[in-house]
């Protein structure tokens, strides 16, 4: 009898890539060196999803039924009757009785009024008032010349719950089978939750302990009080509660035993998430790494290279066959093409099938990489046969289950078309991946590459013996690099000694080829330092 072989599938390899700018953070997750999902925050904007305001009506739109809210963006925020919830009539009385000279009232203690419940079919100018403070949470950012959308039924997420004021159910994630699992997380959440309090139980509760939900359910419990106590400083419109930092939030949502490492370059950012992963699993804080190295982050972990790659126009499949993705502002469209494939095979629909499912693999991705949202129309190759658009009905089904983005997938149409939706709460991540070309902006002339050195080298010159700087760090294209560190005696040993200053060469990939940034050790741009210094000097 032949001995049965046990075959080992290899685990996952994640891995969670954070870089800071002085103006943004750009997170990467990589699945086994793959670059899979790709997140920018702009950093310091204050706006993001989760965020809890005090804001203050702005304009009654009655045949929108709709409202907007100003929050303190530069464009008004939008919210409709239907994001009031049903118990916006008790919101309502809490703001207001945490208004300058009134006590506050706590949720745990206050009676709820049923009656007053807010009707499916009401008018928004039944509840709002033009000038009127009101309590809501950001669930989309501004998109394009769009601003945030809003609701005013809060919620509270953690990492094993959400935390629901004005109710008292306790619900399960679908995705928890167990019954026994089900009825030991009720419990242990209906044995701790305050009155007019509810929860939803998330995926990740499975593995926790009775200790660490309770622990959930109080902080979040506690961040509401601190919400309400914070509308007495407050006046309208400002931020009541921020939801943590998109790094923080994707490591909440996603941490389990299959990250190997998050790697950080930079310092402030990495004693941060260090600490949120010591306070949810101090056994995972070895998993947080500082990024030291000279060359850029995303340029070591070979990131760079792949976003300019996979956010292209044209995305490259196996044996010759591609996909071409438009975006608009309306929809986005993606065409699969078989190239010359079809020329080598005989058999058209058993070709159009196999390009047909590995265009499938790759759009669910893509979709996912570039985090697009609306509706998504894909052309494929026409197949006859019902089982074969069945097969990549099917197929597409199956890649996008593990997509935690809400979506809707329609089978193919006769016409080989088929459509999806998918929940967009926040801007494109790369939404254009071609560069300007930064010396000539355009125009398609530039200077003669010989006298680079010798422009390179009057700025040194002007920064160190003029400006007094003792630290200039070259952020140039690999290709310019590389010429300026050739040899022993290179240019930047020359300039060095030169100039009596410490000059460091770093090569970026994402720097233009004759570009040159010039830098202090913070990473600071040091001519528009300057720039700025000069123009107040002049006011």
Not at 322 to 331: D, G, K, R, V
Request: charged share 25%.
């Amino acid at each position: 009898m032949a001995k049965s072989q046990i075959i080992i599938v290899p685990k996952m390899n994640r891995e969670l890539v954070v870089n800071v700018t002085s103006t943004e953070i750009n997170i990467a997750l990589c699945e086994d060196k793959v670059l899979a999902e790709l997140n920018r925050e702009v950093a310091h904007t204050g706006f993001a999803v989760g965020d809890i305001y005090l804001g203050k009506v702005h304009k009654i739109m009655p045949g929108l039924n709709a409202a907007f809210v100003n929050i303190g963006h530069e464009r008004d925020a939008f919210i409709h009757y239907q994001d009031l919830g049903t118990h916006f009539p008790s919101l309502c009385k809490i703001v207001k009785s945490y208004q300058p000279g009134n006590r506050g009232l706590r949720l745990d203690t206050m009676k709820i009024d049923g009656a007053s419940e807010v009707e499916k079919d009401g008018k928004i100018s039944s509840y709002l008032q033009v000038g009127q403070p009101v309590m809501v949470q950001i669930v989309k950012e501004a998109i394009s010349t769009k601003g945030p959308r809003l609701t005013a039924d809060i919620s509270l997420a953690g990492r094993n719950i959400v935390l629901l004021p004005f109710t008292s159910k306790v619900l399960i994630s679908q995705k928890i089978r167990s019954n026994e699992e089900k009825k030991r997380l009720k419990r242990v959440a209906a044995g701790v939750l305050p009155k007019n309090f509810g929860v939803i139980i998330r995926t990740a509760a499975v593995n926790a302990s009775d200790l660490d939900v309770e622990q959930d359910i109080l902080a979040a419990v506690e961040k509401w009080r601190k919400a309400c106590q914070q509308i007495r400083k407050r006046t309208a419109p400002s931020l009541l509660m921020g939801e943590m930092n998109r790094a923080n939030t994707i490591i909440r949502d996603t941490l389990d035993g299959s990250f190997s490492q998050i790697c950080v370059d930079d310092e402030a950012m990495y004693n941060e998430i260090r600490s949120y992963i010591r306070a949810v699993d101090a056994e995972k804080e070895s998993i947080v790494k500082l990024y030291r190295g000279s060359v850029p982050i995303f340029d070591n972990f070979d990131i760079s290279r792949q976003i300019k790659s996979l956010f292209a126009k044209y995305v490259s499949l196996k044996r010759g066959a591609y996909l071409i993705m438009e975006s608009t502002e309306a929809m986005h469209v993606i065409d699969v093409n078989s190239g010359n494939r079809t020329k080598a095979e005989d058999n058209q629909e058993q070709t159009a099938t196999e390009v047909n499912l590995a265009a499938a693999a790759e759009i669910a991705r893509q979709i996912r990489l570039r985090d697009w949202g609306g509706l998504i129309i894909i052309d494929f190759i026409d197949m006859h046969k019902s089982q074969s658009r069945q097969l990549i009905y099917d197929e597409m089904q199956r890649l996008m289950a593990s997509d935690k983005a809400k979506h809707t997938i329609l089978p193919l149409s006769k016409f080989g078309l088929m459509q999806i939706t998918r929940q967009r709460i926040r801007p494109v991540a790369v939404s254009n991946t071609q560069d300007v070309c930064p010396a000539c902006g355009g125009t398609g002339k530039v200077e003669p590459t010989i006298l680079l050195d010798r422009k390179i080298e009057n700025q040194i010159s002007l920064l160190t013996m003029e400006r007094g700087h003792k630290y200039i760090r070259l952020v140039v294209s690999p290709y310019v690099a590389a010429f300026l560190k050739k040899g022993f005696w290179s240019l930047r040993r020359q300039w060095a000694w030169r100039y009596h200053a410490n000059i460091k060469v770093v090569a970026d990939q994402s720097v233009g080829m004759i570009e040159v940034r010039y830098e202090d050790r913070e990473g600071n741009d040091i001519l528009k330092v300057n720039k700025a210094e000069k123009s107040k000097k002049k006011k």
